[in-house]
């Protein structure tokens, strides 16, 4: 968008949204849902019929708790947040976003207000992105992980330094697109039903489930783009896979943040960074991109995977990525509670990487101001970045023992059992079930970073020989 | 979009239609309206107060005729009717089109006949355009181009055949999006409030006065894209320079489809085309396309120029061009009124281009298919690319007796004059007055062919000495 569109733009944005909102809370809707109780009653709770009354009850019911001249303020500020924050980091000056920052971290709060009595005012927000997650439980998983996080990344960044020269040179967009494509081909990807755009920040948007978009961006001097794709594919194709039936009705949507997330991480980490996966598609690397024909797959594979605390949560590796995570919700809670003022919001940004990953921002751009999503204050969307991927490895190892090994399959091209396992488990359902149900059914337990942190301890000691106490 | 993606979005789209339409004919909208009387009578018919409420008043009570359901119909249609039309045009199957064409043409009469009684059916599809604008004065119009335009083609062609290679041949996408964007610049383009992106069919779009986007596609054997660009430019500017008071209000948009196209036409053929323009900027285009350093200015400005009957309205010459839109007219009424059966479409539209421009159409997507505007029967829209033609000589004549002779400011870069007249005379005033009457205002009398028929014929006389009675 040209700069001086952006006022414009806030004003569109805040009256279609609260046109938007009046349809969501139109009373007359409220009386539908109850005249539809005897029908939401008589069906089986796991049925479509008895699902889309009692999904549509669920987001009427919050949605009424919003007045609507809140929810167009939320749209409206966020939008001048947004271009602040462009503007911020373009001249690495704070004050410019200051006023937006307490702006609109004081419309959240009325916003949490809206739903009181709560028993932490994080809920609310969470409960937006992760229906029915509790403050306390992402406490606990967040403890358990920046414990076991912090050792293990000391353990692997102390050993010999990884050489990733390999993915870093002069590589043709061409080559990566097609590369790209090729790999989302094989896992189920189609012209019918998909696109692959250029972007500047990626990201997935589906309009219907035959219509899933990707954008990802190539850069010439590193392949970071493939992964990217990969990552974007994830959350394709849990939309693409919704159950056709759901289409145009509320259940026709990914059921939770953490769940989406956790289908682009299985796909961009868990296979997308895997030996198996890269013996079955490096001959198509090599043969796009000829400068890795000099280089071992073993090679390639470790570089792929190399640990190193860097300061940009959308660059991390697999291992420091939750370190960035943890550190954004600690600090959303306190900004929420007001025990630390947004003008302190920097140093404290800054402090705290050092203190967790051992580096320095040396500017907004890199620090506090890295992520869009301060921009508006949305915040309890970050936490479920990295329950994501602690779900990601709850359900690959369910998958793995319905499936047997997947290296095997992996390594002759064989995605396919993958793709139908995540439909028949998790796809299909869209937002049927409440996240703790859908992985209480999928997995057979609820979240557990167990798994998570012991695929990346064994890995990593595999890989770099990073013995650490488990 | 991907292909499967065609069923939602026609659902999206009656939808969000439907939804809009409703707020259109509120009730409580004409209430406010009828309260406004008193407040629109006690100001100035020309002020901005009373302007904005007498074309607020006009929308509703036109939209106040059309059911809803109707609406949602059309669009629903409408959508269904663009996919089959890519298909029809890809696999040349004028089968797959037929029933789409039956079911908006039936829907168009079913639109027509809310606003009974009326002239001439075609006048109510006609005034969704061009307010106030007849059926009966647009026949007088295209009678006289016919008569005047079919001898003077018929001149020039006989004449030697204009050598326009040096339009052809490889030009790189980079040199021609800097060509454009110089020219655009110079014009009064910035990068505050335009953008310039990729596109399969060139367009125009403004989401506000600050936010202005045109679209194009450069070929790499031709510089058509540099021409379509300036077309686009010529749309931009319009609602570039639209009193910024009005944003967001009624009143903040082009008048009428017509002067919307006198604009587009006037940047892209009476600027673009013209001698002084390019005796400024072919050194800037010799510089970037080194091919033209060996092609003398008045070869290059002669091929610019050339008229050559073709198949398609989108690249047709500016002389050819008229007898495109006149054909597309005849036949539009003939559909309406019934007198044309939709199966008899392809055949009447080959006959006729054969009749007035000696070409035939080799296949659909050259020839009745070739545009998208029947691809959901909107009709009415055709005529005003003409008018815009026409209307564009008139403003041109009166603003050069204003400013006087272009040709002396133009080839020293000086554009600023027309742009700050079209400004002053135009564009600033949205819709406040109804199209008749704005050009009235700003020519001093009546829409004519005259003053544009005289310009092809000075002009081609001038360049190919092309003499024609006239």
Redesign the interface.
Known sequence: ?????????A??RATVEA?AHE?RVDPALGELLEELRPFEEAHDPDSFEAGVVRVARRDYEKAVCVPPALQAELERAGSLGYRAWLQARAENDYSVMLPHIERNLDLRGQYVECFAPHDDPYDVLLDDYEPGMTTAEVVAIFARLKERLVPLIRAVTEGDPVDDSCLHGTFSYEAQRRVSMEIMRAWGMD?????LDDTVHPFEVS??????RLTTRFDADNVHGILSCLHEFGHGLYERQVDPRY??TSLADGVSSAFHESQSRLWENLVGRRLSTWRFFYPLLQREMPTFQSVPLETFHRALNKVQPTLRRVDADEVTYGLHVVLRFEIERELLAGSLHPRDLPDAFDARMVEYLGVRPPDLANGCLQDVHWSDMSLGYFPTYQLGNVVSVQLWERAEADLGDFDEQFEHGEFDPLVEWLREHVHRYGRLYEPRELLERAVGGPIDPEPYLGYLERKLEELFGAAVAS
Chains 1, 2 share one sequence.
């Open positions: 968008m040209p700069p001086a569109g952006a006022t414009a733009r004003e569109q046109a349809r012209d019918d039903a998909w696109r309009l219907a489930t035959g219509d899933i289409a145009r």
